[in-house]
């Protein structure tokens, strides 16, 4: 029996293009390193950042325990499904870790969530996550 070519090919392709994502991720975050780049945490409280995968900043993020501000610092349209999907994460972490949250929209834009009662590294990095997922891919 001959080996098929076509499918070697195709694994090796998307073998490469992995690779190659894989090594621009690591090159971001060599190169947030080498621009001194390093949340603020404190124990009054820290702020980080939400960025795009070419290392725009998308949002800022304000955690003083227990409120967690999330401030869109570039016009961002959300389409429904993000929006679905943000508020599905939300009402979880609601009925989970018992948090109370508001989202702002400017006319279509999102501007900012506020999220009370987040009294945990777990939540909010768990929250953080979720979020930079959306906004990553909205943006």
């Given amino acids: 029996m ?3 070519t076509d499918e070697l090919r195709k694994f090796l392709e998307n073998k490469i293009s ?3 994502k894989e090594l ?7 190169s947030l390193l080498e621009s001194g780049f390093s949340p603020v945490k404190g124990s009054k409280g820290s702020i ?3 960025k795009s995968r070419k290392g725009e900043i998308i949002a800022e993020v304000y955690y003083t325990p227990p409120l967690m501000k999330i401030i ?8 429904k499904a993000y929006i679905n999907a943000l ?5 979880d972490s609601k009925n989970n870790d018992k948090i109370d949250y508001n989202i702002v929209f400017d006319k279509d834009d999102l501007k900012e969530i506020s999220i009370n009662n987040v009294n945990d590294d777990l939540c909010y990095n768990k929250i953080k996550i979720a979020l930079q997922t959306i906004l990553e891919r909205a943006s």
């Avoid at 621009?24 to 060599?30: A, K, N, T, V």
């Avoid at 869109?72 to 389409?79: D, G, N």
Wanted: net charge neutral; no cysteine; proline share 3%.
């Fill in 87 to 91: 508020s599905k994460i939300l009402e």
């Fill in 24 to 30: 621009e991720y690591y090159e971001y975050l060599l």
């Fill in 72 to 79: 869109v610092r570039r016009k961002l349209t959300l389409s």
């Fill in 48 to 50: 980080d950042y939400i």
């Fill in 18 to 20: 992995n690779l190659k």
């Fill in 2 to 4: 001959e080996p098929n």
